[in-house]
Nanobody, 128 residues
Framework: QVQLVESGGGSVQAGGSLRLSCAASGRAYSNYCMGWFRQTPGKEREGVATIYAGNENAYYADFVKGRFIISRENAENTVYLQMNSLQPEDTAMYYC?????????????????????WGQGTQVTVSS
């Protein structure tokens, strides 16, 4: 069993930055894919970024490339999402997710679509 707890959301003006954290407790190991998804009312949930094992296996949605950075500290079972140059369209509830995968290819956003473990979410609001 893996429990995920997000923190770090809040309100910021356009162009600002926020850093989200997701602490995993329980049986979380480096061979778990961990990622961030977001959802706004009336829209489907979308993948933002995922990471497997080391920080070199990170994958991003096109709409955040160059602005967001995902990283993880395996010793602390924690994954981070550094969000820079935030825009109003980034406003959403952000969710941390995790699941055991065979290798890094299963952690790519197009394949990591139904992770088993989810956090409760943290709200990010960007004003213009």
């Amino acid at each position: 069993q893996v429990q995920l707890v997000e923190s770090g959301g809040g309100s910021v003006q356009a162009g600002g930055s926020l850093r989200l954290s997701c602490a995993a407790s329980g049986r979380a190991y480096s061979n778990y894919c961990m990622g961030w998804f977001r959802q706004t009312p009336g829209k489907e949930r979308e993948g933002v970024a995922t990471i497997y094992a080391g920080n070199e296996n990170a994958y991003y949605a096109d709409f955040v490339k160059g602005r967001f950075i995902i990283s993880r500290e395996n010793a602390e079972n924690t994954v981070y999402l550094q969000m820079n140059s935030l825009q109003p369209e980034d406003t959403a509830m952000y969710y941390c997710a995790a699941d055991l995968v065979l290798d890094s290819t299963y952690c790519k956003l197009g394949r990591f679509v139904t992770p088993f473990y989810w956090g409760q979410g943290t709200q990010v609001t960007v004003s213009s």
